[in-house]
């Protein structure tokens, strides 16, 4: 550990120097006091793009797999209800695949993260944007499914809807269960730019 | 300007030392090479934080004041049609003061930043956090009122909802037009992410 002795005196002389006005110097011995506490972001911002894979993938599939046939049927049509009906449900099912891709191409960013610290102010930057606009993307889907979720089990007496989800039970319920994983989603990446902040004050 | 000069010198001489492996060192020059430059970027942060209000401002105005009542009116009852029959566009309406509110409160910070820039991470990290909260709560509203509003356009067969834009024609345009807006604001609140990131980096 001589190695990081040496670091620390070369600290103590800096922040001195500080005192006497040379305040740009301040970003450099923080970032050698807290390297373990860095590293630790690093790695959770890599464990939180799995999970957040995960519960995209859980949204997909559980929303993907809505497809509720009614047992009964009139002379002219059967009644049927699937995410593909409303076009809410259906951008949800596209956008996803592009945030569980988006997740999947960032790992590698994040793995550079973890082994390149100091010098990872690059791929960092690169990381808080897009994760922004995943963020943006992803709420998007999920409210505007969530708000056609609410109607389908309330109804709307003023435009004259009605509720949908006395009759379409398990279709319902899937649904509202791929919302809330997608919500889930949006809090993960809130997180990660969080995280990304947080690392990126530091270089 | 003798003591841009000077500092001049110290860059030079950190940057030599830097090649013999005190990497650490590398955010303090950049900073004071790029000075101009970050302070644009907070007076652009300051201006595109004054539009989001702007936009915000009117999103509000526009949804608050959708109140159309048909000019024919049955035995029963009187058809009119306002933005508190629909939870979707009454949560646009709850949320949207928040959004003000945090803008009006930020300003304050963003001056800050202009300010005391080489200093002024510790509001520039709270700025980017809650920015990208409300980029998440900005979106999740803006999305689930588009949503609804594309069905009163459109309508949806499958689920018998018929669309209502034919009889309420004022409030079909005034609620797409506070939607619009809400998305301009979505829109400047991700480049102010973007902004804070890049000032953030240089610190």
């Given at each position: 550990?001589?190695?990081?002795?040496?670091?620390?005196?070369?600290?103590?002389?800096?922040?001195?120097?500080?005192?006497?006005?040379?305040?740009?110097?301040?970003?450099?011995?923080?970032?050698?006091?807290?390297?373990?506490?860095?590293?630790?972001?690093?790695?959770?911002?890599?464990?939180?793009?799995?999970?957040?894979?995960?519960?995209?993938?859980?949204?997909?599939?559980?929303?993907?797999?809505?497809?509720?046939?009614?047992?009964?049927?009139?002379?002219?049509?059967?009644?049927?209800?699937?995410?593909?009906?409303?076009?809410?449900?259906?951008?949800?099912?596209?956008?996803?695949?592009?945030?569980?891709?988006?997740?999947?191409?960032?790992?590698?960013?994040?793995?550079?993260?973890?082994?390149?610290?100091?010098?990872?102010?690059?791929?960092?930057?690169?990381?808080?944007?897009?994760?922004?606009?995943?963020?943006?993307?992803?709420?998007?889907?999920?409210?505007?499914?969530?708000?056609?979720?609410?109607?389908?089990?309330?109804?709307?007496?003023?435009?004259?809807?009605?509720?949908?989800?006395?009759?379409?039970?398990?279709?319902c319920q899937k649904v509202s269960g791929a919302v809330v994983a997608s919500f889930i989603t949006v809090v993960m990446f809130l997180f990660l730019v969080v995280l990304s902040a947080i690392a990126l004050r530091r270089n």
């Amino acid at each position: 550990m001589e190695k990081g002795n040496a670091t620390a005196t070369i600290n103590i002389a800096e922040t001195s120097s500080e005192r006497k006005g040379k305040a740009p110097l301040l970003a450099a011995p923080m970032e050698h006091a807290k390297g373990g506490y860095k590293r630790g972001i690093a790695i959770f911002d890599f464990v939180l793009r799995l999970s957040a894979l995960v519960a995209a993938l859980t949204a997909t599939i559980t929303m993907g797999t809505t497809d509720q046939t009614l047992p009964f049927f009139t002379q002219f049509f059967q009644f049927q209800a699937s995410y593909d009906d409303l076009p809410a449900f259906e951008y949800f099912v596209i956008t996803n695949p592009i945030v569980r891709g988006y997740l999947v191409l960032s790992i590698p960013f994040s793995i550079v993260c973890i082994v390149r610290r100091p010098h990872a102010v690059g791929p960092r930057l690169l990381l808080i944007i897009l994760d922004t606009v995943m963020v943006a993307l992803t709420t998007a889907v999920a409210s505007a499914a969530a708000a056609i979720v609410y109607l389908a089990h309330n109804g709307n007496p003023s435009a004259n809807w009605l509720a949908i989800c006395q009759q379409f039970t398990d279709f319902c319920q899937k649904v509202s269960g791929a919302v809330v994983a997608s919500f889930i989603t949006v809090v993960m990446f809130l997180f990660l730019v969080v995280l990304s902040a947080i690392a990126l004050r530091r270089n």
